[in-house]
């Protein structure tokens, strides 16, 4: 009665739960998604990268205390190097290691003891330094010039009862509490950071060495010529830098001293440490120590102000292109533009290790991204 309807081959191959399906004369396997297994996959993707971030938040200050202590051994090594041609490497990472210890050293029990004595001298003689302010003549004729629009007198006076109010001194002890406490700790990371100075020094080639067997051995060549381009221009940005901070430091105290400055020594401290930070450094160490000079006399602050002028003419057009051009030779835009963004990204760290990241960068292109793109005829 009933007619069986021919089979179709074709037909049950395509159906929904067969494992090939026909197209034409080709067979492809069937594609099936495990929903749960992506899921499960991805949310432990997800948790793995908070784990690592976390990690490395907790580790973020030993990451800093490696990457200061690499840079200053990339900085010491130009200074092994050299002595090493005259002596045995080891006798040569011992001889600077040991310059290094020794102005810590002098730094901390010569240094820091005499900046602690002048600057509680100036505490104490802050009242008497604000009352001198507020009677001389450039205040005085100042006050005159701006009648009825502020009253410097008052304010002066303002200050001096701040500065002797015992409650106000029990608060600002507070705070040199705290800024004692933030002492120690970075002295402490300063001892971390030179021990793990002095490790990285003395095995900065076997270091390198391992990190070439990471690259395939037909470009080992290449990539270690390219690899002692880049930490000889982070070594020599270094040394340069360090010159124009001591450069600055050493005129400073000299000067201040000679213009009967307050605070002599601290102050050119403080220019020696600004002038670390490129671009910016120089100058706001120098409003800072000129402003300071108010307390001393409107002609110390003057003189200090036309120094800082005159100096940072000569240091911007004859002693940083004299220096840092044979260190790093990086164009001044980009100069300029790696600062601001490592000022943004990592604060004055991230300023210091700008400019010879940037003159890796350089490197890496002049010698491998323009031959490749130069090959290409």
């Keep these: 009665m009933f007619k069986k309807k021919p089979r179709d081959p074709e037909a049950e191959v ?5 494992d090939l399906a026909v197209a034409g004369n080709e067979s492809i396997p069937s594609v099936r998604v495990n929903a749960f297994r992506i899921g499960l996959v991805g949310g432990l993707g997800v948790l793995l990268s908070l784990l690592i971030g976390g990690v490395v938040t907790q580790l973020s200050t030993v990451l800093i205390y490696i990457g200061v202590a690499l840079f200053l051994a990339l900085g010491l090594d130009p200074l092994v190097s050299w002595l090493e041609r005259r002596m045995p490497r080891g006798l040569a990472i011992t001889i600077v290691f040991a310059a290094v210890i020794a102005l810590f050293g002098g730094l901390l029990f010569a240094v820091i003891p005499l900046i602690v004595n002048q600057a509680a001298n100036f505490i104490d ?21 701006l009648s009825g629009v502020i009253d410097i007198n008052q304010a002066v006076q303002g200050a001096t009862a701040f500065v002797q109010d015992p409650n106000n001194l029990l608060t600002l002890g507070g705070g040199l509490l705290a800024v004692g406490t933030g002492i120690a700790s970075g002295a402490t990371g300063a001892v971390i950071v030179l021990i793990l100075t002095l490790y990285f020094l003395a095995s900065l080639r076997s270091m390198k060495r391992i990190t070439y ?9 290449s990539f270690a010529a390219l690899t002692d381009d880049v930490t000889g221009a982070v070594g020599r940005y270094v040394v340069g830098q360090i ?7 050493v005129l400073s105290l000299i000067f201040l001293t000679i213009i009967g400055a307050p605070l002599p020594v601290l102050f050119a401290f403080i220019a020696f440490l600004a002038s670390l930070i490129p671009l910016v450094g120089t100058l706001s160490g120098a409003i800072i120590i000129s402003l300071v000079c108010l307390f001393a006399s409107p002609l110390t602050a003057l ?9 940072m003419q000569v240091e911007a057009y004859f002693l940083s292109p004299r220096i840092m051009n044979r260190a790093v030779a990086v164009p001044g835009a980009i100069v300029v ?11 004055v760290l991230g300023a210091l290790v700008a400019i010879p990241v940037a003159a890796s960068a ?16």
Aim: glycine share 8%; aromatic share 8%.
């Design 14 to 18: 395509m159906q929904p739960g067969s």
């Design 125 to 145: 003689k802050a009242p008497q330094f604000l009352t001198d302010l507020a009677n001389s003549d450039f205040v005085t004729g100042l006050e005159s010039q």
């Design 213 to 221: 067997r990471f690259v395939p051995a037909n470009k080992r060549v």
């Design 243 to 249: 010159g124009l901070a001591a450069i600055n430091g």
């Design 303 to 311: 003189a200090a102000a036309i120094y800082y002028i005159i100096y």
């Design 337 to 347: 533009i790696a600062a601001v963004a490592g000022g943004t990204l990592g604060s």
């Design 362 to 377: 350089i490197i890496i292109v002049q010698k491998v991204v323009f031959p490749k793109q130069d090959a290409k005829v």
